[in-house]
């Protein structure tokens, strides 16, 4: 219950094309749907996040979509570019819990090709 | 502004050996969590500290403690090193001054390899 499932594990898009990535949880209690951005030799940098009383949160070119009732979300890259080749994760973490501590999926490589 | 900051970026042990990690967490925030990244792997949680007491912990073993300063900066041990425990080791900080689910945000964390 506390996994946080991702796919594809990996994605490559032409440059301008639009990227989809998703990923599916089982716990109710999740309540904050972070995705991050990595780059080799780099920590996980936070990208947009979503809590689940809105169903779509737009900043630039990503957006993310939240369907409550499936327990889904997904990361859309519109425009991809060259510079947002990296691995992407969703997580998820609970208000209620003693912490925030976050719950990783297992990861998307993103290729953009020129 | 600085953000998190880790050191070493690097480390090479050997099985048996201890090692120390540390953490400076990004400025104005007060909450440290520890997470460990396998190769190919998402982050998994090890554990979080606040108001230098350990708050919550993952599913690791006792080999692993922390620790919190009083000027929030933060140490990870890890005892009795396992070939299995060479993975990135990445801080996250949070600003948790009485509400949860702030974001956290990453160092650069330590690439520790076992030999």
């Known amino acids: 219950q506390q996994q946080v499932k991702q796919s594809p594990q990996s994605l490559i898009v032409q440059k301008g094309g639009i990227s989809i990535i998703n990923c599916a949880y089982e716990n109710t209690a999740f309540d904050y749907f972070p995705w991050y951005q990595q780059f080799p030799g780099k920590g996980p940098a936070l990208l947009i996040a979503i809590r689940p009383d809105v169903s779509e949160k737009k900043e630039g070119r990503f957006t993310i979509s939240f369907n409550k009732s499936a327990k889904q979300f997904s990361l859309h890259i519109m425009d991809s570019q060259p510079g947002d080749s990296a691995t992407y994760f969703c997580?998820?973490?609970?208000?209620?819990?003693?912490?925030?501590?976050?719950?990783f999926g297992t990861g998307t490589l993103l290729a953009v090709q020129p | 502004d600085a953000g998190v900051t880790q050191s070493p970026t690097h480390l090479i042990k050997t099985r048996g050996q201890q090692v120390t990690l540390r953490c400076s967490p990004k400025?104005?925030?007060?909450?440290v969590s520890w997470y460990q990244q396998a190769l190919g792997q998402g982050p998994q949680f090890i554990f979080q500290y606040y108001e230098e007491e350990e708050r919550q912990r993952g599913n690791f073993p006792d080999r692993f403690s922390g620790h919190q300063f009083p000027n929030y900066s933060s140490e990870l041990n890890v005892n009795a090193l396992l070939l299995g425990d060479s993975a990135l080791y990445l801080c996250?900080?949070?600003?948790?001054?009485?509400?949860?689910?702030?974001?956290?945000?990453f160092g650069d964390g330590t690439r520790l390899s076992i030999l």
């Open positions: 997580a998820a973490s609970r208000r209620g819990g003693a912490t925030n501590k976050l719950i």
């Open positions: 400025s104005g925030h007060d909450t």
């Open positions: 996250a900080s949070s600003s948790n001054r009485g509400v949860l689910n702030q974001p956290q945000h």
